[in-house]
């Protein structure tokens, strides 16, 4: 009998550890900006959400993981701190759909909370990695997004519009696409 209250005892400890340290941040360190692809701002608060590049020790795209996704608090000296497992699982994660060309360091994503549009990361000419997507009919590269939030839910916020910044690759010119969700 003792042993079965041991046995429940620690597994009800493993069972809480694991759901609060879902939503435990660790330290916050500091990031520089030269490896960022683009970054999402949100209307509610100073956090962005910034994805960077990740590489392997070669220089080469890390299929594995290929992009750093994490919170920046802008007020802070640009501290970061890791998505949370649910932040990655419904917000602001991606999903690889296909690693690209053979042998290239390319790859098709999109975002786990809205699968309608597709991006490509690319490896460009002058050895730098660029996120891409389609706006109106042609290619941009994409610089930030803009979410902008009005009230709702934990699990269902009022997202009323996107906005999606880029740069034409040809022109050198700012795109802006506004995205009805």
């Known amino acids: 009998m003792l042993?079965?209250?041991?046995?429940?005892?620690?597994?009800?400890?493993?069972?809480?550890?694991?759901?609060?340290?879902?939503?435990i941040v660790p330290d916050a360190k500091t990031v520089d900006e030269n490896q960022t692809?683009?970054?999402?701002?949100?209307?509610?608060?100073?956090?962005?959400?910034?994805?960077?590049?990740?590489?392997d020790q070669n220089g080469h795209l890390n299929k594995e993981n290929p992009i750093k996704i994490f919170w920046v608090n802008t007020k802070e000296n640009n501290q970061t701190e890791p998505l949370t497992w649910i932040q990655k699982?419904?917000?602001?994660?991606?999903?690889?759909?296909?690693?690209?060309?053979?042998?290239?360091?390319?790859?098709?994503f999109q975002f786990v909370s809205y699968a309608k549009r597709t991006f490509t990361?690319?490896?460009?000419?002058?050895?730098?990695?660029?996120?891409?997507?389609?706006?109106n009919n042609k290619e941009i590269e994409v610089t930030w997004i803009f979410i902008q939030i009005n009230?709702?839910?934990?699990?269902?916020?009022?997202?009323?519009?996107?906005e999606l910044h880029g740069i034409d690759p040809l022109s050198g010119n700012a795109i802006k696409e506004i995205i009805k969700p």
Request: overall charge positive; hydrophobic content about 40%.
């Open 151 to 162: 009230g709702g839910t934990f699990w269902f916020p009022n997202i009323p519009q996107v």
């Open 3 to 23: 042993r079965n209250y041991n046995i429940g005892f620690w597994l009800l400890v493993l069972i809480s550890w694991f759901n609060i340290s879902a939503f």
């Open 121 to 135: 990361l690319r490896q460009t000419a002058g050895n730098h990695f660029k996120v891409y997507t389609n706006s």
């Open 37 to 55: 692809l683009f970054k999402i701002a949100r209307s509610k608060d100073a956090y962005e959400i910034w994805y960077s590049i990740n590489l």
């Open 89 to 108: 699982q419904y917000a602001y994660g991606i999903k690889i759909i296909d690693s690209g060309k053979s042998g290239k360091n390319e790859l098709n």
